[in-house]
């Protein structure tokens, strides 16, 4: 479970988020919408250890993981995909998921400068589960191509087979259908259902195509000034007057 | 013939050298300006350590190069784990070469400005062949390890990298001793080629061409830097025919590499994929 205790963020006079709390349960897929600036993404740079929290307490499983340095945060079970891809674009695309598997390969650093036999057997071996998940995502074809040529779509694609690689309990998804065509995205629908169905994984998933995020989600919370404005169903939300008056202003009445 | 295999030994003993800020700068990201710090530190331990020690040149060899790597992280873990900006970085370590030579100025072991003589030359031209080999093999296997994945994540994207868990400072740090462990070695052989070593051989002038030989030869690759180390060595000699040419000619061979391959002679290949694409290609045509 992951629960966030009145966090707080300010950026030099900017409270960013301000005494924010909710909690995810696992197996669930929670939406994470507000308006530009809301501070959806500090809350996931927040989770992720990028940045430390200046007030308030976040906990996983059990653990306090504020503050806590971001590598170790993967440690505990978490993964992200960024708003703004995030590869590493001169690797290829089989390259970029491998290194998922860095913490998971036995060999020690003698072996490794020494460039000993068992060292490419293990590469090897990565290689076979590597492909396993760019076949999850429809990359398999793309292996040997260079990241950073790909279309956005499939970069998108990328970024959450490289995330899934590194078997997390909970994934974060940063506006995923950013930029994509409503074929891509009926596409990406898919992929995150079914991810979360043979995972069963924790998302929270943060979205400005209400479409999506109203037919994926059950639960959503609204984010406004860096504060919760409203947490509920889609249908709960959809006929919220502060959710209506934050999106589409004032007079949204007469919109 | 004793003239060209002098700087054929030059330059590979610069190529041992270069090679450790390829580790550090081409397939890490991070920037220096301080490493002739530790190609002096592996020039006089390995120099201390045969000429009033009597050890063994290959023992030597190795523990000139371990000894910068001790030196690294007196200057890498409080710069690294600060996460100090790369700015910032260069120009810490910068001072540190500063300061790493002002220590060599005034030890008694290490006989002061007045530098070490009568060092014993080990380094011949097939010796250093051999451990410009060697410290090939070693980097070539370190990059193509989990070690070296990690690196490259680094160079590529830091945030990205620590979202695969990868430890930024450890993976740093890892690549400075490894790159101060191969100028390490670069020195040492060095002292035992030159036959004498004085501080002010290691200046930053050192430091700024191990940078040009790893820009020029380009980055991600270990080859490139390796051959442009031996090229810029061996340059300026054959243009001493054209003596009053020469700065400006070293200038645009610089500038040319620039233009016509940004990325640097090698940038992200080695030449071994060279060999493999032909030897491809002639399989194609003969079948
Ligand atoms: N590193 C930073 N330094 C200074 N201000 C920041 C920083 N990161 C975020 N902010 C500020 O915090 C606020 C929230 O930003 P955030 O990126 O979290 O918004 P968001 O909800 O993700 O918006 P969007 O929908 O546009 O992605 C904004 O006012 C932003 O300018
Ligand atoms: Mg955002």
């Known amino acids: 479970m992951l629960e966030l205790n009145n966090v707080t963020k300010t950026f030099g006079g900017i409270k960013a988020v301000s005494g924010f709390s909710m909690k995810a349960h696992p197996g669930e897929i929670l939406g994470l919408i507000g308006p530009n600036g809301a501070g959806k993404t500090t809350m996931f740079n927040l989770i992720t250890g990028v940045y430390k929290p200046d007030g308030g307490t976040i906990s996983f499983d059990g653990e306090n993981i504020g503050g806590m340095a971001p590598h170790h945060v993967v440690e505990k079970g978490i993964a992200r995909t960024f708003q703004n891809i995030r590869l590493f674009n001169k690797l290829t695309v089989l390259d970029n998921v491998k290194i998922a598997f860095h913490n998971k390969l036995h060999y020690q650093l003698p072996s490794a400068v020494l460039g000993?036999?068992?060292?490419?057997?293990?590469?090897?071996?990565?290689?076979?589960?590597?492909?396993?998940?760019?076949?999850?995502?429809?990359?398999?074809?793309?292996?040997?191509?260079?990241?950073?040529?790909?279309?956005?779509?499939?970069?998108?694609?990328?970024?959450?087979?490289?995330?899934?690689?590194?078997?997390?309990?909970?994934?974060?998804?940063?506006?995923?259908?950013?930029?994509?065509?409503?074929?891509?995205?009926?596409?990406?629908?898919?992929?995150?259902?079914?991810?979360?169905?043979?995972?069963?994984?924790?998302?929270?998933?943060?979205?400005?195509?209400?479409?999506?995020?109203?037919s994926i989600c059950p639960r959503i919370v609204v984010l406004n000034f860096g504060t919760k404005l409203a947490e509920g169903t889609p249908e709960e939300l959809q006929n919220n007057e502060e959710v209506l008056k934050a999106y589409l202003g004032e007079d949204y009445k007469n919109a | 013939m004793g003239y060209i295999n002098s700087v054929l030994t030059l330059g590979c003993i610069q190529a041992v050298s270069v090679l450790g800020l390829a580790l550090f700068t081409g397939f890490t990201g991070q920037f220096s300006l301080g490493h002739a710090a530790f190609i002096g530190i592996g020039a006089y331990v390995s120099a201390i350590l045969?000429?009033?020690?009597?050890?063994?040149?290959?023992?030597?060899?190795?523990?000139?190069?371990?000894?910068?790597?001790?030196?690294?992280?007196?200057?890498?873990?409080?710069?690294?784990?600060?996460?100090?900006?790369?700015?910032?970085?260069?120009?810490?370590?910068?001072?540190?070469?500063?300061?790493?030579?002002?220590?060599?100025?005034?030890?008694?072991?290490?006989?002061?400005?007045?530098?070490?003589?009568?060092?014993?030359?080990?380094?011949?031209?097939?010796?250093?062949?051999?451990?410009?080999?060697?410290?090939?093999?070693?980097?070539?296997?370190?990059?193509?390890?989990?070690?070296?994945?990690?690196?490259?994540?680094?160079?590529?994207?830091?945030?990205?990298?620590?979202?695969?868990?990868?430890?930024?400072?450890?993976?740093?740090?890892?690549?400075?001793?490894?790159?101060?462990?191969?100028?390490?070695?670069?020195?040492?052989?060095?002292?035992?080629?030159?036959?004498?070593?004085?501080?002010?051989?290691?200046?930053?002038?050192?430091?700024?061409?191990?940078?040009?030989?790893?820009?020029?030869?380009?980055?991600?690759?270990?080859?490139?830097?390796?051959?442009?180390?031996?090229?810029?060595?061996?340059?300026?000699?054959?243009?001493?025919?054209?003596?009053?040419w020469r700065l400006v000619i070293y200038g645009l061979v610089l500038i040319l590499i620039m233009v016509f391959r940004p990325s640097g002679l090698m940038g992200y290949h080695e030449l071994t994929e060279l060999g493999k694409g032909l030897f491809r290609r002639l399989k194609k045509e003969g079948s």
């Open chain 2, 50 to 244: 045969t000429f009033y020690y009597h050890v063994p040149f290959i023992l030597a060899l190795i523990l000139g190069g371990l000894g910068s790597v001790v030196v690294s992280f007196i200057i890498g873990v409080p710069t690294l784990k600060a996460k100090l900006r790369s700015d910032y970085f260069v120009i810490a370590i910068m001072g540190f070469g500063e300061a790493v030579r002002v220590v060599l100025e005034n030890l008694n072991i290490t006989q002061g400005a007045r530098g070490l003589a009568g060092i014993e030359k080990y380094s011949t031209l097939p010796v250093v062949i051999l451990v410009l080999a060697v410290c090939c093999w070693l980097a070539r296997s370190f990059i193509v390890s989990r070690y070296g994945w990690r690196a490259i994540a680094v160079r590529e994207d830091p945030i990205a990298a620590e979202m695969m868990g990868i430890n930024l400072f450890a993976t740093k740090m890892l690549s400075l001793a490894g790159s101060a462990f191969f100028c390490g070695v670069g020195g040492a052989l060095l002292a035992h080629f030159l036959m004498y070593i004085q501080p002010v051989m290691f200046t930053q002038v050192q430091s700024t061409q191990l940078v040009a030989a790893v820009v020029a030869g380009g980055i991600g690759s270990i080859s490139g830097p390796v051959i442009m180390a031996i090229f810029f060595i061996a340059l300026p000699e054959m243009l001493r025919i054209a003596n009053m």
């Open chain 1, 116 to 214: 000993l036999p068992l060292v490419g057997r293990q590469n090897k071996e990565i290689i076979k589960e590597a492909m396993t998940y760019l076949e999850l995502v429809g990359l398999q074809d793309h292996a040997k191509r260079v990241a950073g040529s790909l279309p956005y779509g499939l970069s998108r694609r990328l970024e959450i087979a490289r995330a899934l690689a590194l078997k997390p309990k909970l994934i974060l998804l940063d506006e995923p259908a950013a930029g994509m065509n409503p074929e891509e995205i009926v596409d990406l629908k898919e992929l995150i259902c079914m991810v979360h169905r043979e995972f069963a994984l924790m998302i929270v998933l943060i979205e400005h195509r209400m479409d999506l995020i109203m």
